[in-house]
């Protein structure tokens, strides 16, 4: 499909094209000419968001100017790419992003003042691009800006949403939806490519090893150029979007039929509208697999392509790109290539599967069941029966060779103590397997790519984890602990056969957008406490500052930067959510997706027990109190009952202790909605204290405890994901840790007491919220007894077990607020010890261990 004609520009002046001029004049020259002959407005009468969108034009085009030399330097030197397949990019705002990461700050600042307005000003203008759920998609956008920041040949792939992740409001303290139509001004951080399409089949038959798509999509290109900081490299983020093979169906038209006459078109373009379809519907279950395989399907497709165009030989393949599978969501990538090096390309299976498992690597984000996709055999069949074919094959290749190491297992063994053996550590034979169940099936029903779905006898459902272990090179997880979980649990007997695939790569976050940009008065003091910038490309430079951290005037001049930026948070809250919050008390924050696991309702129960014990003080005792403001931020998934009171209990508690005389400014809590990039931009300068409270054993990493950490917020966590990482960093005893151990938890659950049987101030918390303390009880109800009632959820994470030692870490947190110094000094310890979750470390440590990618920076010219 793609259109490899040429024009005639041998004779044409191509090298002496004008480059945009990059002085504060130009600039603002070029503002009006695209203000004028691009927005189409009048530059005598500009709105706010003329403005904005001519200069963000303008942004464009300089960005488009490195991309080109940039992507032309990388062809003519031909270096390995590494390609980062994710169904999420959560990139949020570009243009403060840009402007910083192309060096022209300065100039861009005077010639927007020169209009009257500052970059902020303008910055607010832009939607944000929200295609993605949370810390996943982030994380793809964060990997973006340091593939670039490091030079390294690497593009993005994936899917041009219509629409984001929903907005969130409140109606009445309850989670409202609405669509995010973040399109609707237009998008000038994109390059539509109308000649870049790529045909994706689905349905239909396979004759004689050939399938025949019933039905088909155009995956169209628009590619997001990804600048740099301190380089002139600027690479690619390449989105699809699906487009009918036919627009419109004329005959229907004029047989008077509308509809049918454009049922080809919504189809096709349901496939790119929204991220995550509802999967409770047959319909929606199947766009879901048809969203995956569109992205996988185009983004190879269009590797091949290029690979093409200057080789050969598909034996080079794994020497010149890899394909990062971010999650379950692209791992049909397996299927697809081992189909396309088969049947487009001619190669053998053998071949095409030792060229895959060279190409491919997988990380895994969560030991979360629910998040670990299973397709059922006969949605596979129906839509791609090529690839479930070619599945087919891979499974029973895999479990023949797992029947024999478990054969040879056994006979290794004296048979009598082969049930015996299957508890140990190194046995392949599944410790729950039952007495007489022969061990092969049991290691096969357990570890097969495609298995029985245990919840419905008789439905066969393929593993996509599993076939992304075993097919790609390495496997991952995204902190020490969660690569060690992995390893024992969910993907235990692949670790035993294949140990060498097994890694860790601790995940990290990029220092421009969440420390130096967001939070400049930091950024300016930090750059003058170290005398230079380095660290925004170096961050492991930031340790420089441990040797300051007790110096009184930096001290000073720290909690002078956090309490603007505490009063720039005040400010939104009372203008989004209308409460007064006094800014002389403690920030507390909680921002992130609301999830059981994630555990927002232990922290309200400690908000509750805060305000109960409030009221029972003394007006004397009262003063004792650190006053603290509560925030809480997150989106609940639609279907995600519990979730969304979670949302109501947060809400309906600040309905009541907000308005609340006797408390005033000791207590404040507040929801705000639409939790988003930017957001999280206001939010984490200002935050003096974050929550990271998961069950141990549940996060994968988290990534905004690093965010936080780097801003200098202290952090109150549990010994889950990446917490234990930042505990080492800044040392345990700097931290406000609590709870039990991974490691137990397992027994716990198993050892569950009655709820009575815990702490006494348990007990009066649930008291409340059934007595009505809070507003509805029955609507509360099953919120409690999510956490209490044996019969039901069981408190499955242990929110009673910890609730003791959460409330010691609490008080912890008090006391050490009331020494402000001692505070100080460890927030600067800790923005001091973040160098480590800097993206770039973890980019390129994913650079030398697993990909296999050089960086290839573009010189000056
Ligand atoms: O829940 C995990 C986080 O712990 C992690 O920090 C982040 C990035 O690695 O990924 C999150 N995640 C996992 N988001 N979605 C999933 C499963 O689809």
């Known amino acids: 499909d793609v259109e490899r004609s040429q024009a005639k520009t041998d004779s044409l002046p191509v090298e002496h094209l004008p480059h945009p001029k990059n002085d504060p004049d130009s600039i603002e020259q070029d503002v009006l000419s695209k203000v004028s002959y691009t927005i189409g407005a009048d530059p005598k009468a500009l709105t706010t968001k003329q403005t904005y969108r001519g200069l963000a034009w303008t942004v464009r085009e300089r960005l488009i100017d490195s991309f080109n030399k940039t992507q032309e330097y990388w062809k003519s030197k031909d270096p390995k790419f590494v390609y980062y397949l994710s169904a999420e990019f959560l990139m949020g705002r570009s ?38 759920n949370g810390g996943l998609g982030r994380l793809a956008a964060c990997f973006m800006d340091s593939i670039a920041t490091t030079d390294l040949p690497g593009w993005g792939y994936g899917i041009r949403y219509k629409y984001g992740m929903f907005k969130q409001g409140l109606d009445k303290g309850f989670q409202s939806m609405a669509p995010d139509i973040w399109l609707s001004a237009g998008n000038p951080w994109e390059v539509y490519r109308p000649e870049l399409a790529y045909r994706i089949g689905f349905y239909g038959e396979v004759k004689d090893g050939k399938w025949i798509p019933a039905e088909s999509v155009n995956a169209v290109a628009y590619d997001n150029p990804i600048p740099g900081f301190g380089t002139n490299n600027v690479t690619n983020l390449r989105l699809f979007e699906s487009q009918p093979v036919n627009e419109f169906n004329l005959d229907f038209f004029n047989e008077g039929n509308f509809d049918e006459a454009t049922q080809e078109k919504r189809r096709a373009e349901d496939i790119s509208a929204v991220l995550y379809p509802n999967d409770a519907t047959d319909y929606g279950r199947e766009l879901r697999l048809k969203q995956q395989v569109f992205f996988v399907s185009a983004a190879i497709q269009d590797v091949i392509a290029r690979f093409k165009e200057q080789h050969s030989d598909f034996n080079e393949l ?17 299927a697809e290539l081992m189909r396309l090096l088969i049947d487009q390309e001619g190669l053998d299976w053998d071949n095409a599967w030792a060229i895959t498992t060279k190409t491919l690597a997988f990380t895994n984000h969560t030991v979360m069941p629910e998040a670990l996709e299973k397709w059922p055999v006969k949605v596979m069949t129906k839509l791609l029966p090529r690839h479930m074919e070619i599945i087919s094959k891979i499974d029973s290749i895999w479990k023949g060779s797992l029947a024999d190491r478990v054969k040879a297992q056994i006979e290794a063994e004296p048979k009598a103590e082969a049930k015996a053996a299957a508890s140990e550590e190194s046995s ?130 720290w909690r002078a930067v956090k309490q603007e930026n505490k009063q720039r948070l005040a400010k939104y809250i009372k203008a989004n959510v209308g409460v007064d919050v006094p800014t002389n008390a403690m920030f507390d924050v909680q921002i992130k997706r609301i999830h059981e696991y994630k555990r927002q309702h232990l922290n309200m129960f400690s908000i509750i027990n805060r305000y109960l014990e409030i009221k029972a003080a003394s007006p004397e005792e009262r003063k004792k109190f650190v006053p603290r403001v509560c925030v809480f931020g997150g989106k609940a998934a639609s279907a995600y009952y519990m979730a969304k009171k979670m949302i109501r209990l947060v ?6 202790v907000n308005n609340d005389q006797e408390v005033g400014d000791l207590l404040k809590v507040v929801f705000l909605p639409d939790y988003n990039v930017s957001l999280a931009e206001v939010i984490i300068p200002a935050a003096e204290l974050s929550h990271h409270i998961s069950t141990a054993g549940t996060e994968g990493s988290g990534t905004s405890n690093m965010k936080f950490q780097m801003n200098g917020c202290l952090i109150l966590g549990t010994m889950d994901g990446a917490n234990v990482e930042i505990a080492q960093e800044i040392g345990k005893e700097n931290m406000f840790v609590f709870g039990v151990d991974a490691e137990d938890v397992p027994r716990l659950r198993e050892e569950r007491k009655d709820f009575k049987d815990y702490d006494p101030r348990w007990v009066k918390v649930m008291d409340s919220l059934l007595a009505g303390q809070f507003g509805d009880a029955e609507y509360f109800q099953d919120l409690v007894d999510n956490v209490n009632d044996m019969t039901k959820s069981n408190d499955w994470f242990l929110l009673a077990n910890d609730f003791a030692d959460y409330l010691r870490a609490q008080k912890d947190v008090d006391e050490l607020y009331k ?43």
């Open 428 to 557: 392949l034979v599944p410790e729950d397997t039952e007495a007489g169940e022969d061990p092969v099936d049991a290691a096969l029903a357990k570890y097969g790519i495609i298995c029985e779905n245990p919840w419905e006898k008789g439905v066969k459902l393929v593993n996509m984890a599993f076939m992304a272990v075993i097919g790609s090179k390495s496997t991952n997880g995204v902190a020490a602990i969660h690569s060690d979980i992995i390893k024992h649990t969910i993907f235990k007997d692949f670790y035993e056969i294949y140990p060498e695939k097994f890694q860790n790569k601790t995940n990290g976050v990029t220092p421009r957008r969440w420390l130096a940009y967001c939070n400049p008065g930091l950024r300016e003091l930090i750059t003058k406490t170290l005398g230079s910038n380095e660290w925004i490309k170096h961050l492991e430079k930031l340790s420089g500052l441990k040797q300051h951290a007790e110096d009184k005037e930096l001290q000073a001049q």
């Open 819 to 861: 020494d402000q110094d001692e505070w100080t000094r460890r927030s600067i310890l800790y923005t001091a010890s973040s160098g480590f979750f800097s993206s770039d470390r973890c980019i390129d440590d994913y650079a030398r261990e697993i990909w296999e990618v050089e960086p290839v920076a573009v010189p000056s010219s």
């Open 95 to 132: 243009l403060t992003n840009a402007v910083y990461n192309l060096g022209l700050e300065g100039e861009y600042g005077e010639a927007i003042r020169k209009l009257g307005y500052s970059l902020e000003d303008l910055q607010d203008q832009e939607q944000n691009a929200s295609l993605g």
């Open 318 to 334: 794994p020497n010149k790109a890899v394909f990062t599978m971010n999650d379950t969501h692209p791992t049909i990538a397996v």
């Open 651 to 656: 809400t309906a508690v600040g309905e009541v």
